[in-house]
């Protein structure tokens, strides 16, 4: 499959297209946040947002660029978002007497906060069984199985990429769901 081919059956929701992209360019775009970042991790969280964010918006690929430097550019500017998230995240530093001191929270749960909880997982798993099987089934692999991504790809028959992608779509959708109500 050529690489034009490949963008215009992506542009009509082929799965194998998107599987031909994704294993096509994920190097470049993960070599690329790996540079960037020097974090194997966040390296690779932004690369699984890179190809979410360009598949759920392939229709809007302009063919006179090259998609990789499409890829790129969705990379660099998602790693910007997380950067300014980060940024405005930080712990306040208060100053005492030319010594800095963090502000510490105690985040340890009290009752009320384990029974809120409760009833959120209660409602989390209703919200869950909403999304389609497959969905289902990698969120229960990866999150209450607590495999990992190998493990998952292992028991699935699927390559690691595909498995990273689908379980972002299901959290999306799970996301989508919840925000519904």
């Known amino acids: 499959m050529e690489i034009k081919e ?3 059956r992506a542009k009509e929701n082929d799965q194998k297209a998107f ?3 994704l294993d096509t360019f994920w190097d470049d775009v993960y070599g690329f946040q790996l ?3 020097q974090n194997e991790n966040d390296a690779e969280d932004i690369t699984i947002q890179t190809f979410s964010r360009a598949f759920d918006r392939i229709e809007t690929f302009d063919d006179n660029y090259k998609f990789k430097t499409w890829l790129i550019t969705i990379s660099k500017n998602i790693h910007i978002d997380l950067l300014r998230k980060e ?3 930080i712990s306040q530093v208060m100053s005492n007497d030319d010594k800095s001191v963090y ?3 105690d985040e340890s749960p009290t009752p009320e ?3 809120i909880t409760d009833q959120h997982l209660a409602k989390l798993l209703r919200d869950i069984k909403k999304l389609k099987p497959h969905y289902q089934e990698i969120i229960n692999m990866r999150y209450f199985q607590e495999l990992s991504y190998k493990e998952i790809s292992v028991q ?3 390559p ?3 498995v990273k992608v689908k379980l972002l779509r299901a959290k999306k959708l799970l996301a989508e769901i919840i925000q519904s109500k």
């Open 160 to 162: 690691i990429n595909n």
């Open 87 to 89: 940024k405005n995240s």
């Open 103 to 105: 502000q510490i929270l």
């Open 156 to 158: 699935l028959k699927e």
């Open 6 to 8: 490949a963008i215009a």
């Open 19 to 21: 599987n031909f992209l």
């Open 113 to 115: 906060d384990k029974l």
């Open 35 to 37: 540079k960037r970042i």
